[in-house]
């Protein structure tokens, strides 16, 4: 099959968040099973800056290859696109993203047709990307060129759907008449989001527990009734993560490699971490590591208030992020107050984050909600014993065999599940179990690529998909 996947970031251009590991992994698990796969994305800064090759193609085509054969083109804008930031900078969000993705998502078409690849299925991925369904049933309906290809769109996460004022509607090219409750409009604002839900044949989530909570009021963030009418093409399917990327045997950003056969060296990985966070070196306690967006919902709402008392509890903790200031703030007086317990970093930093999964007995992930995440995944690889709250994708991948999972979210939970952790830790052998019970887990890839073509080919043989089309 011909397969499109058009998203806003992909690693090793750029990245955020697990957006960027996911469309960066499962392009190249697809092409492991013998599908032909393209990539779009835009030219950022990003991507001019990573260390692969750009070539160029004619006219002002510009293309890199992952895997084998995975070309991976990139759509120029130097006033777009050519920033520093990818959605915004130090004074917010930038403010011209509707236009800069509208154009994205109309000349990734185009593209296709200029280098003539008319793909089975078009597969995207959050807001940036959810225009395409809707020009591909509207602008491009009767276009021969898309006669027979089917859309996908992924929800990473329904908190982000890409809301604009009314009056910027005009800069999707779109007619007047799609500004409306039934398709692009939300409580007054142009929802990208919505439209992508709303034209795509098919709409996917990255679990399957998270796939059933965006119907619900409390995680629909508004769009759960739309949701809800599409039903019947929603489907959760759980992320996995790159194991050629993430693994304590073969990973060369750690100190010490090591395996579920031999655990030593995940010991001195331990003593790395501490040395370089200036911790003292502490064998008999157990180091909790955070890499996470400093937000809300990544559970700081529950772990701010308590971020002192866990610092009294005899464990250690290294925190990797950058987020809301109020917690930028509150984390670096609590560093101030215990400097040989926490150990703060205010940044995006991938070689730490490589240092905190494979230095850290417990990884703590305790979102109050999480669509799938891959923190706990990265974690359970590198025997860091996730801590979490049982919610979407943490919910469908960790358990007490391998983790700690507390199931209401509330600060005197959080505090309790953190204390039994400290606990079990001081059991050396049931602690070396957890860590080999959390090592075993699979999480690659493979899995779940068979899946997503499992849907691509169920969806490509439906003949007249517009017959059955909601929207
Ligand atoms: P989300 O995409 O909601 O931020 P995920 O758990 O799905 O959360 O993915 C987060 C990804 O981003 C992981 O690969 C994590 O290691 C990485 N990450 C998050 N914050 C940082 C940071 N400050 N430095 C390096 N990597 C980070």
Redesign the pocket.
């Known amino acids: 099959m011909k397969i499109v996947m058009c998203a806003s970031e992909v690693v090793p251009f750029a990245?955020?968040?697990?957006?960027?590991?996911v469309v960066g992994a499962l392009p190249i698990a697809l092409e492991e099973n013998a599908e032909e796969v393209i990539v779009i994305m835009p030219y950022y800064k990003a991507a001019r800056n990573a260390k692969i090759e750009i070539q160029k193609l004619k006219g002002k085509i510009f293309y890199a290859v992952i895997g084998r054969n995975i070309k991976v083109y990139f759509i120029e804008n130097d006033l777009y696109f050519n920033r520093d930031g990818l959605y915004g900078d130090k004074f917010g969000d930038y403010k011209d993203s509707l236009a800069r993705f509208s154009y994205y998502c109309k000349k990734s078409l185009e593209l296709l047709k200029h280098i003539n690849f008319s793909p089975d299925i078009i597969h995207c991925h959050d807001w940036q990307s959810a225009l395409i369904p809707v020009y591909l049933k509207t602008v491009y309906s009767k276009d021969s060129f898309y006669k027979n290809t089917r859309s996908i769109l992924t929800i990473?996460?329904l908190g982000y759907q890409g809301l604009f004022s009314a009056e910027e509607f005009p800069l999707t090219g779109l007619d007047k008449s799609l500004f409306h409750m039934d398709k692009l409009e939300f409580h007054g604002k142009v929802n990208l989001l919505k439209g992508g839900i709303v034209f795509s044949d098919y709409i996917t989530t990255v679990s399957p527990t998270y796939s059933k909570e965006i119907q619900s009021k409390e995680l629909g963030f508004g769009l759960e009734g739309v949701l809800a009418k599409r039903a019947g093409s929603l489907l959760g399917i759980l992320?996995g993560?790159d194991y050629s990327i993430w693994g304590p045997k073969t990973d060369k950003i750690i100190a010490h490699n090591y395996s579920v056969l031999d655990l030593q060296g995940k010991q001195k990985n331990k003593e790395a971490l501490q040395e370089i966070c200036g911790l003292p070196k502490r064998t008999d306690i157990p180091l909790f590591g955070m890499?996470?967006?400093l937000v809300d919902h990544?559970g700081l709402d529950i772990l701010a208030p308590e971020l002192e008392a866990i610092c009294k509890l005899g464990l250690q903790l290294v925190v990797?992020?950058?987020g809301d200031l109020k917690f930028h703030n509150l984390f670096e007086s609590a560093a101030k107050k215990y400097p040989k317990t926490l150990s703060l970093?205010l940044?995006?930093?991938?070689i730490?984050?490589h240092k905190i999964?494979a230095g850290s007995d417990i990884f703590l992930?305790p979102?109050k909600y999480?669509?799938?995440?891959?923190?706990?995944?990265?974690s359970l690889r590198y025997g860091s014993v996730p801590l979490v709250f049982k919610t979407g994708g943490l919910a469908d991948t960790v358990t007490n065999e391998h983790g700690f999972v507390f199931e209401r979210y509330k600060k005197e939970d959080l505090i309790k599940t953190v204390k039994e952790a400290v606990k079990v830790f001081a059991d050396k052998d049931a602690w070396r179990q957890l860590v080999i019970n959390a090592m075993e887990c699979d999480f690659s890839w493979e899995k779940s690529a068979k899946e997503y073509i499992r849907l691509y080919k169920k969806i490509a043989s439906i003949d007249n998909f517009s017959a059955i089309f909601s929207g």
Not at 370 to 378: F, M, S, V
């Open positions: 990245k955020t968040g697990g957006l960027a590991d990473h996460n992320n993560i890499v996470t967006r990544k990797l992020g950058k970093h940044k995006f930093d991938e730490l984050a999964y992930m979102s999480e669509p799938c995440g891959l923190g706990q995944l990265i």
